[in-house]
T-cell receptor, first 113, second 112 residues
Framework: KAGVTQTPRYLIKTRGQQVTLSCSPISGHRSVSWYQQTPGQGLQFLFEYFSETQRNKGNFPGRFSGRQFSNSRSEMNVSTLELGDSALYLC????????????FGPGTRLTVT | SQELEQSPQSLIVQEGKNLTINCTSSKTLYGLYWYKQKYGEGLIFLMMLQKGGEEKSHEKITAKLDEKKQQSSLHITASQPSHAGIYLCGASPLQGAQKLVFGQGTRLTINP
């Protein structure tokens, strides 16, 4: 079974721009969660989607948004990028035989200049 | 909010030695996860523990969750260079929620 895939793997954007990241979960998984990892704050939960609905949300500003499609693929959007948004963005999927086990993708490294 | 404390923050061991990493919370842990991460890459799922007193093993790695579900340990037996990386514990603050909080990580170096 293929693992969680994320595209693109690397991205460089300028302050003020917006960006969209994509995540394809493991086949059969219906839950997709997004996390931000930075050296200063570590791994922080952004939001979780299940069956196209946001089920949980972390403490991030409204510039961070997401959505999930009927095939469980998910996108995350960050508008009006700030330098502090530079981070590794990870998505995780769950919902297989062991429904709570979360499997992570390789991440998208976003650099904001 | 729930915080997870990992200790030690970094660990250097000789190849072949055993080691233990700890993860502690002041609150009950619902679903304790252990992951391994190579620098700048995604997290590799190791194990998930849910019940107090639960213990799981995979190859040379054993994870335990204490009876109170507030502390977990990860033990590696006869360490190998392939065990090097950053180990992260994560836990859900709510039972059944897919919203994990993570410890700060333990950087493990294996010297040959």
């Amino acid at each position: 079974k293929a693992g969680v895939t994320q595209t693109p793997r690397y991205l460089i954007k300028t302050r003020g721009q917006q960006v969209t990241l994509s995540c394809s979960p493991i086949s059969g998984h219906r839950s997709v969660s997004w996390y931000q990892q930075t050296p200063g704050q570590g791994l922080q939960f952004l939001f979780e989607y299940f069956s196209e609905t946001q089920r949980n949300k972390g403490n991030f500003p409204g510039r961070f948004s997401g959505r999930q499609f009927s095939n469980s693929r998910s996108e995350m959007n960050v508008s009006t990028l700030e330098l502090g948004d530079s981070a590794l963005y990870l998505c995780a999927s769950s919902g297989g035989r062991s429904i709570y086990e979360q499997y992570f993708g390789p991440g998208t490294r976003l650099t904001v200049t | 909010s729930q915080e997870l404390e990992q200790s030690p923050q970094s660990l250097i061991v000789q190849e072949g030695k055993n080691l233990t990493i700890n993860c502690t919370s002041s609150k009950t842990l619902y679903g304790l996860y252990w992951y391994k991460q190579k620098y700048g890459e995604g997290l590799i799922f190791l194990m998930m523990l849910q019940k107090g007193g639960e213990e799981k093993s995979h190859e040379k790695i054993t994870a335990k969750l204490d009876e109170k579900k507030q502390q977990s340990s990860l033990h590696i037996t006869a360490s190998q260079p392939s065990h090097a990386g950053i180990y992260l514990c994560g836990a859900s603050p709510l039972q059944g929620a897919q919203k994990l909080v993570f410890g700060q990580g333990t950087r493990l170096t294996i010297n040959p």
